[in-house]
């Protein structure tokens, strides 16, 4: 089982930016998909962005346009670059990664606080 582990969280103030990271213990390759979802506290766990093996991306209407989904093979290692953050954006991010005919892989999250 590939392990994720998302980094790169923390406080930020509204307008302001952060890369979120996703680093897998195995090659990125054996995913079909991989993805950022998030979870604001009493809410449940939406989709953020996703990208395809094929390189298609999918990103919520909240967020089109301010962030960016993408990878490094090389690193193993999938990013979300957030810009222009709002205090909605306030939540615990996760990273997920879809294998065929296996269970989904999850990280344990990280906190994101848009907040001045």
């Known amino acids: 089982q590939v392990q994720l582990v998302e980094s790169g969280g923390g406080l930020v103030q509204p307008g302001g930016s952060l890369r979120l990271s996703c680093a897998a213990s195995g090659s990125i390759f054996s995913f079909i998909a991989m993805g950022w979802y998030r979870q604001a506290p009493g809410k449940q766990r939406d989709v953020v962005a996703t990208i395809t093996s094929g390189g298609s991306t999918y990103y919520a209407d909240s967020v089109k346009g301010r962030f960016t989904i993408s990878r490094d093979y090389a690193k193993n290692t999938v990013y979300l670059e957030m810009n222009s953050l709002k205090p909605e954006d306030t939540a615990v991010y996760f990273c997920?990664?879809?294998?065929?005919?296996?269970?989904?892989?999850w990280g344990q999250g990280t906190q994101v606080t848009v907040s001045s």
């Open positions: 997920k990664g879809t294998r065929k005919f296996l269970a989904d892989s």
